[in-house]
């Protein structure tokens, strides 16, 4: 009877041990793709910021709104092709 116990020690020691090392290998491995996605996220919004800043300054600033209310949706055809085409 000891030897049974003995034995289910040691199996529940390495068992034990096996579990908490496949738990920390989890957590270390998510942490790391948590890092790689972050930075990679982080480097994305930089560009996203670089991007916007630039053409803040050669757009200008406004909503995209406005560009259509100035275009002239009252010609006819005849007109438009009159005004902007011939030239």
Do not use: C
């Amino acid at each position: 009877m000891k030897l049974i116990k003995f034995l289910m020690a040691v199996l529940g020691l390495i068992f034990g041990v096996m579990l908490f090392f496949w738990l920390f290998g989890l957590v270390t491995s998510l942490l790391w793709y948590g890092m790689v996605i972050g930075v990679l996220g982080a480097i994305g919004y930089g560009g996203y910021r670089l991007f916007k800043r630039a053409e803040q300054r050669y757009v200008g600033a406004g909503s995209p709104a406005s560009l259509t209310e100035d275009r002239d949706f009252s010609l006819s055809w005849e007109e438009y092709d009159r005004k902007y085409l011939k030239k």
